[in-house]
């Protein structure tokens, strides 16, 4: 019987769509040099006037934060912008977008054609989603655990406990709320509104008994997508000082996956269509894997030291289907979020249910 898997999103399988995946993720370190040097020169850097684009939505947290910070971010772009031939070599074909053009960051990399060298066969993405989550599931496979175990229609993943391990550097107690966004098997996103975890310090625990509903999947909806399907929640631990961050992830994420299903469909030569089965497995590896990229860049560069988002996802082989040892549910896993001299653990599992 095909079991199950679930898996925390740190790496993508395919050199080639992680090479889309890191060149998505420049665009957002060019719009983040450009917000940080348009504080210090705003006449130099004008920033475009388009409330949706990479770089408003980068200002809106750039305002955020203190102006020490601000400062310090504006003086370490100054120098970066002198790399020279440093900072080309990093941004590749990238290094010709003008970040002193009226110009966005998003219309400049639009008329930039994806060199030929990163372009790939749409095959590739099978073989990235078989590395990845396994290949199908057989109709023989199906049979035999129709005939073992009832169907369960519902996936879900549930919260056990949050731990402080270390509180932050905040001035008093760390009041701690979690959300997050899910992306399904047709690569539908939705916001997973955030929820006030409680008020820390270091040792605290909060358990939950019986575990708390995160988020929770349909495997029956009506979809392009046959078994295996799976499924990616983004989790979002935040200081709840930290001005927004939940929203400002929400936000981001839309804008990352939009950038990644572009991108991809540039690579494979062609429009992707429904962003279901190999290419929804891509997206959502992708989009994790970019939002990890971005959030490190802004701590270096702007000094945001926030707890980085983790994406975790689990592929269901089929309605009656178990996780290993024949379980609704999967093991235990605790992923670890660090920031601003803070340490949290989160535990959860996922659970098929009726």
């Not at 002193?100 to 990235?128: C, H, N, Y």
């Not at 731990?163 to 008093?172: A, F, L, R």
């Not at 803070?342 to 996922?350: A, I, N, P, S």
């Amino acid at each position: 019987m095909a079991e199950n898997k679930e898996l925390v999103v740190t790496d993508i399988p395919s050199a080639k769509v992680k090479a889309i995946a890191e060149r998505v993720a420049l665009e957002f370190q060019l719009a983040a040099d450009k917000v940080a040097a348009h504080h210090a020169e705003p006449g130099k850097y004008p920033l475009p006037s388009d409330a949706k684009s990479t770089e408003q939505l980068l200002a809106r947290r750039f305002r955020t934060l203190p102006e020490t910070q601000q400062k310090q971010a504006a003086d370490r772009i100054s120098v970066e912008l002198r790399g020279g031939a440093a900072r080309t070599k990093r941004l590749g074909d990238l290094a010709k977008v003008d970040l002193k053009s009226p110009s966005g960051i998003d219309e400049q990399v639009r008329k930039t054609p994806l060199p030929a060298r990163m372009k790939f066969p749409v095959d590739e993405l099978q073989r990235m989603s078989d590395a990845l989550v396994g290949p199908m599931t057989t109709a023989a496979q199906e049979t035999a655990a129709a005939a073992a175990f009832p169907e369960l229609r519902n996936l879900e993943l549930r919260i056990h406990r949050v731990k402080c391990v270390d509180e932050t550097s905040e001035i008093g107690k760390d009041e701690i709320d979690l959300g997050g966004t899910s992306v399904d098997e047709d690569g539908d996103t939705k916001k997973v509104s955030a929820f006030r975890v409680r008020s820390f310090s270091t040792g605290t625990v909060q358990t939950y008994s019986p575990p708390r509903r995160f988020t929770h999947f349909s495997l029956t909806e009506q979809s392009k997508v046959t078994f295996p399907k799976t499924y990616f929640v983004t989790l979002v631990v935040a200081e709840v000082d930290w001005g927004g961050l939940a929203d400002f992830l929400n936000e981001l994420l839309d804008k990352v996956k939009a950038k990644v299903a572009a991108a991809l469909a540039a690579a494979i030569g062609g429009a992707i269509g429904s962003p279901g089965g190999p290419l929804g497995i891509a997206i959502g590896v992708a989009v994790g894997f970019v939002v990890g990229l971005v959030f490190d860049y802004l701590k270096g560069l702007w000094g945001d030291e926030v707890f980085k988002p983790i994406t975790v996802s689990a592929t269901i082989s089929s309605l009656t289907s178990r996780f290993p040892g024949g379980q609704d549910n999967s093991t235990d896993r605790t992923l670890d979020f660090k920031g601003h001299g803070g340490h949290y653990q989160l535990t959860y599992d996922w659970r098929k249910y009726n």
